[in-house]
């Protein structure tokens, strides 16, 4: 399902998932390398989760202006949201069949692990119960909860993640276990709230609870991860020039 058209300026957030996507192969610059290659593929029939992309011009626009977005992106990203809600037939934080998504950098030409990415985002302590339910997996699920808190930690609030994992080696000696694996679905609770203190603790602000705000500062961080020490390293040694910036894709996790 393609968003409804409002008339604007400029566009910014392009669909892409059956039966077409707005965008094609040839909006590299636009729509980044993954944006652009997923698009193409929605086109030529290949089945892939549906979800939508912004651009490196808001990209640029965020770096340029201070970490502001072009006017209207936060319009066309609801607008992209709820249709992207209809598509899967799930609703954003909803507590008994929640979407969820992934956040994922792509930049015109490919930067392997030099740039940030967020999965599974849109869970909290209400939606993972109903992934629980819907997936008749507690363990699943609140072991997807666990990895998101501390990759959102990571990526958008800046805890170490070396904190999460000494936190997680510390409850596999307590029990005595070797092996994530044989954690018992009881104590995956335990780990998400001890992870939710340590967030609390270094960032100094709580784990946010709200979808919406979980996904804007993962689009935030992924713009900012543009200039982070590593990918301004890899862009000089492959001579990549910095007014590129990244685009930004939201897409439908599917498990």
């Not at 059956?18 to 997923?38: C, I, Q, S, Y």
Request: proline share 7%; with cysteine; aromatic share 10%.
């Amino acid at each position: 399902m393609t968003p409804r058209r409002t008339v604007r300026s400029k566009k910014y957030v392009y669909h892409f998932g059956a039966p077409r996507a707005e965008g094609a192969a040839a909006m590299r610059d636009l729509l980044g390398g993954k944006g652009a290659n997923v698009a193409e593929m929605a086109n030529l029939g290949v089945p892939v989760p549906p979800g939508f992309t912004i651009t490196t011009e808001a990209c640029r626009h965020f770096m340029e202006h201070a970490g502001a977005y072009p006017e209207g992106v936060h319009d066309e990203v609801a607008e992209h949201l709820h249709a992207l809600e209809a598509e899967t037939g799930k609703k954003f934080g909803d507590p008994h069949d929640p979407l969820l998504v992934s956040v994922r950098s792509g930049a015109r030409v490919s930067m392997p692990g030099m740039m940030d990415t967020v999965l599974n985002l849109g869970l909290n302590d209400d939606t993972v119960r109903g992934l629980s339910a819907r997936t008749h997996n507690p363990r699943f699920a609140f072991d997807s909860y666990r990895r998101f808190i501390q990759m959102y930690g990571d990526v958008v609030m800046g805890v170490p993640s070396s904190r999460f994992e000494e936190a997680l080696a510390k409850k596999r000696a307590a029990l005595p276990i070797a092996e994530d694996i044989q954690l018992a679905p009881e104590a995956l609770p335990e780990l998400v709230d001890e992870y939710r203190r340590i967030v609390q603790e270094v960032a100094g602000i709580d784990f946010p609870h709200d979808p919406d705000a979980q996904l804007w500062g993962a689009v935030a961080a992924v713009f900012r991860s543009w200039d982070s020490p590593r990918a301004v390293s890899y862009r000089a040694m492959y001579r990549y020039p910095d007014h590129w910036g990244t685009a930004v894709n939201v897409q439908a996790m599917v498990f």
